[in-house]
């Protein structure tokens, strides 16, 4: 089992930053490939970042493309998304994911083993 809790989503001004945090606890971290995904309102989830297990790969979604940074520090368990330049149409709860690295992986689909529960995300205009 590994256990993801997400932090750092707040009310944030058009054109500001923000970094969020997933904190990973269980099993051994440097085992999983992360993904974030975020659902707003009447919407599915959908993906917006991913990074492979040994951090040398990292993959976007191209309306975050130039604008957001996925990073991990797997000595502290811990991987970021680092958000810039924000758009109202940004706003949604973010979720992580954690997806086993012996398995075959689709960095943009929905197929990760683990989520947290979403921190949210809330871009004034």
């Known amino acids: 089992q590994v256990q993801l809790v997400e932090s750092g989503g707040r009310l944030v001004q058009a054109g500001g930053s923000l970094r969020l945090s997933c904190a990973a606890s269980?099993?051994?971290?440097?085992?999983?490939?992360m993904g974030w995904f975020r659902q707003s309102p009447g919407k599915e989830r959908e993906f917006v970042a991913a990074?492979?297990?040994?951090?040398?790969?990292?993959y976007y979604a191209d309306s975050v493309k130039g604008r957001f940074t996925i990073s991990r520090d797997n000595a502290k368990n811990t991987v970021y998304l680092q958000m810039n330049s924000l758009k109202p149409e940004d706003t949604a709860v973010y979720y992580c994911a954690a997806h086993d690295s012996h398995r075959q992986w689709v960095p943009r689909s929905y197929e990760y083993d683990y989520w947290g529960q979403g921190t949210q995300v809330t871009v004034s205009s």
């Open positions: 269980g099993r051994t971290f440097s085992y999983y490939n």
């Open positions: 990074i492979r297990w040994s951090g040398d790969r990292t």
